[in-house]
């Protein structure tokens, strides 16, 4: 679909969504997402052109299906998958990718850092892919110096991210708003830093004393950028790892360069969304995204969850759902899952599947309680479905079908109870949406309540004897 | 342990534990509520008197350990258990009161309808149960009578109420504040009634044509309650079955009869709790909880979810943890869980387990977010044991042991990965939390931005190459 579309882009020093939208242009992307939004193409041009809207859409990933992250398009949902050196391989990833587009996942990162060849894997999922994809080019620009710090160069980063570029990469992770001087501010956490690629960075500049490089390099990053329409996902090193380290002066003092590199991006015409936090107590969520808004000039803004407890492993696809909900209520773009296997281990397809359904919950709750038109129309749909006891209606509207029928058949397998007007819950006998109560029973009494009062009410012959 | 405390209150007119309150009286159940969480034990007796806290300990459920609802207590999680006519039997429920018990439940509701006879199952359950149970006595009204509303009358509902009572008992669903002037407002709703208790009323009521009998023998049935200390959880018979029918005018009528409700029990001085919603967007909770303060004169909140979303079937478990753990933060007391089942079937004892994580984490999460003191204390230890790479420990302090370790094991099964500075997620070189970064780094290059400035620094030699 895009080979046309980016044909006449190639070569020119910026093609980014942004840079065409400033311009004035509505670009087939931007139509795309319009009409997948139901948004008007001026609208989303104009969102992208100020930046509060971006379409990662990199001009070599010829089989995207472009969308929009931005808080005037709905909530999206991110799914991380990606081989470590413990476990997993191509084929695994591949069979990850196809379960996380299946059950609706907006955007893909491939976070492998080894246990298979990075560039091959990479270029697989890009290759298989009709969502974006992002990366964190950090892990392998220290894999390309066989993981010594010491040897790692400037120009090593900057090399990895434009090879991530020609491959097609949507969006890349830069941990740019990290600066030498945010260090000691760390000292007094629990948990430190558990951004893999700001620990790397942090490494960097505590072994060479220099500031970091992603930031210095920053324009140049932009104009490599410019070049493919990659987008910035600024990376948030020092995201709190626990509830006690949650909105502390490290975490703040980053987020402030942040909104400066968003700014200093937009500058190159280049999008950017930033990323946020991580491990948050609720009553922390509201102010975390109004301060990002405040501090990135209201450049999207991508959550990992957050967690609302750390007490939660095997489970912290829930913890963190609760949190994403509320950050997607109060004006997040886009929620990064979590699964079940956080802070245990790498996640198998299984798993991505549960974080995933997880995050569609909580993506959908979010655009539901901010009343994007139209958002409730599926639950709508599924109530009246559920009232009717009309089972099959009822899994199909469901986020995941096969899983809301396999829950109803471990009881009930028999075709016939697909039209039962019960569950094995309550039985045939106890399902309160079974009083066969119609809304003439309704009228009936409301007649005489309102020409007798309730206490003097003359019984109708209902024939309704159950 | 309680035969001692109630021996001498047997026979008295109101053994009601608001009732000693009210006389200045601290209980031996007050004191072990005071131990338990931690408070004054003259704060309890003042809550209790208030008819903020309740202690659901019916003199008959001796072996009961007595536990408080209230806002000035911890927030709590009830499970629901029970036979359908479609699934499960005695030796099955007893299994799910026990995983109940093991993963924290702090009551539990046996919500039995059928399949078992439930004079035994409820008999066996409060003599197995050291937690409160609670029950909701229309069920069995109605089966006393064959599933006839025709032939069910006023003294059915007494009698079933008073033989729970004496059954031991600790707190009943009443569903009294459903009047038959409000069943014409449930016109217009997509899925109508959807409390089963609330389901049999209305049909009651409208083959009668009478007012609804747990509504005017109510001074009876407080009569009843306060001879064994039985609590009312008042049932909301109208409470939203989806999205659509959230916070409308049939919900908020029936809110305003349980508050009148409220505080006739309190006259009595019998305890209670309220009942609420079920299926809320977000952003109408804060309003739910809140309305229900007003309205019931801040007696507990005892909530069921809510759902933020009607489309996840299977998944319901974590669309209603999230609803859970914001009613939680807004002073909700207490949480019912859903189940992965709900709406599709009976829950297993795997459900239960499922269910009742989802819940603790939103307890949880809610002490934390209303700043309890020492809420978040489990946290911190947790995440100490992370940073330090303790992973028995961390598994120790998880809300799921088990869970926990099985899904580390999944992939690094071997003991030595026990005290592995990574797991599978990273693989052993990516692990942000093992940088090796110490305070002495830190300090020492503060040391030098403080004199220097950033720009100005010399390399230390930290022999730290990886």
Not at 194 to 219: C, E
Not at 349 to 378: F, M, N, Q
Request: aromatic letters at 6%; one cysteine or more; glycine letters at 6%.
């Amino acid at each position: 679909m895009r080979n046309s579309w980016v044909a006449s882009r190639k070569g020119k020093t910026n093609v980014s969504q942004m840079h065409f939208a400033r311009k004035g242009e509505i670009t087939e992307e931007m139509r795309y997402v319009a009409k997948r939004e139901n948004l008007p193409e001026s609208l989303v041009m104009e969102e992208v052109a100020r930046g509060r809207m971006i379409i990662p859409a990199n001009i070599n990933h010829i089989n995207l299906e472009p969308m929009a992250i931005g808080i005037a398009s709905t909530c999206k949902v991110n799914a991380n998958i990606g081989a470590s050196p413990n476990a997993s391989d191509i084929s695994e990833e591949l069979k990850k990718l196809d379960l996380a587009v299946k059950y609706g996942a907006d955007t893909l990162m491939d976070l492998s850092t080894g246990g298979v060849n990075l560039d091959e894997v990479r270029t697989e999922i890009i290759n298989a892919s009709p969502i974006p994809i992002g990366t964190v080019p950090v892990y392998q620009a220290l894999e390309s110096v066989h993981g010594s710090i010491s040897r790692l160069n400037e120009d090593d980063f900057l090399h990895i991210i434009e090879k991530h570029c020609q491959q097609g990469v949507d969006y890349q992770t830069i941990h740019a708003g990290l600066l030498i001087e945010h260090l000691p501010k760390v000292k007094g956490r629990i948990t430190g830093i558990v951004s893999r690629g700001g620990g790397i960075l942090a490494q960097w500049m505590l072994y060479h004393y220099k500031q970091n490089p992603l930031f210095t390099r920053f324009d140049d990053i932009c104009e490599i950028f410019k070049r493919y329409d990659c987008t910035f996902s600024l990376g948030d090193s020092l995201r709190p790892g626990c509830l006690h380290d949650a909105s502390d002066e490290a975490q703040l003092a980053e987020l402030k360069t942040l909104g400066e590199l968003t700014r200093r991006a937009w500058k190159h015409d280049v999008q950017v969304m930033v990323e946020g936090p991580g491990h948050v107590p609720m009553d922390q969520i509201e102010f975390n995204v109004r301060k990002q808004m405040e501090e990135c000039s209201e450049a999207p803004f991508y959550v990992l969850g957050p967690l609302v407890t750390d007490i939660s492993p095997g489970y912290d696809h829930i913890s963190s759902a609760i949190g994403a909900a509320m950050a997607g209520w109060y004006g997040t773009a886009m929620l990064c899952y979590v699964t079940p296997k956080e802070h245990l281990g790498l996640p198998n397809p299984e798993d991505v599947r549960e974080g995933l359904i997880a995050y569609k919950i909580a993506a959908h709750a979010a655009d539901v309680a901010r009343h994007r038109s139209g958002a409730r129309d599926r639950d709508d749909e599924l109530s009246k479905a559920r009232k009717e006891f009309d089972w099959n209606k009822q899994f199909e509207l469901s986020l995941d079908p096969e899983k809301a029928k396999q829950y109803h058949d471990e009881t009930l397998p028999e075709e016939i109870f697909k039209k039962a007007e019960f569950c094995s819950m309550c039985g045939p006998n106890h399902c309160p949406m079974n009083t066969k109560i119609t809304d003439e029973d309704l009228d009936q009494l409301n007649d005489q309540i309102q020409s007798k009062g309730a206490a003097e009410l003359t019984p109708v012959k209902l024939n309704k004897e159950n």
